[in-house]
């Protein structure tokens, strides 16, 4: 019986490859890992914008801390 198998990233199937061994243990397609990889190192870069990652101040949301200084309000920042 056929096993479809899909990428966990983009959720395509996977064309099985049986010249590598490790198709039993394959779970994403190279070109997608590779690309993960890829965002990983330029992470400071990609995050706002591809993983709609929000940059933290006193544990709150950017824009959240803009509205709490905006209404006049104090909060610290520490620095470890």
């Given at each position: 019986?056929?096993?479809?198998?899909?990428?966990?990233?983009?959720?395509k199937?996977?064309?099985?490859l049986?010249?590598?061994h490790d198709?039993?243990?394959?779970?994403?397609?190279?070109?997608?890992f590779?690309?993960?990889?890829?965002?990983?190192?330029?992470?400071n870069?990609?995050?706002?914008?591809?993983?709609?990652?929000q940059?933290?101040?006193?544990?709150?949301?950017?824009?959240?801390?803009?509205?709490h200084?905006s209404e006049n309000?104090?909060?610290?920042?520490?620095?470890?």
């Amino acid at each position: 019986m056929k096993e479809n198998r899909t990428c966990k990233i983009c959720g395509k199937p996977l064309r099985p490859l049986l010249k590598t061994h490790d198709w039993d243990t394959r779970s994403y397609h190279v070109v997608c890992f590779n690309n993960i990889i890829k965002d990983l190192n330029n992470f400071n870069k990609v995050a706002y914008t591809k993983y709609n990652y929000q940059k933290r101040v006193a544990n709150m949301s950017e824009s959240d801390a803009r509205k709490h200084a905006s209404e006049n309000k104090t909060f610290v920042v520490n620095f470890d």
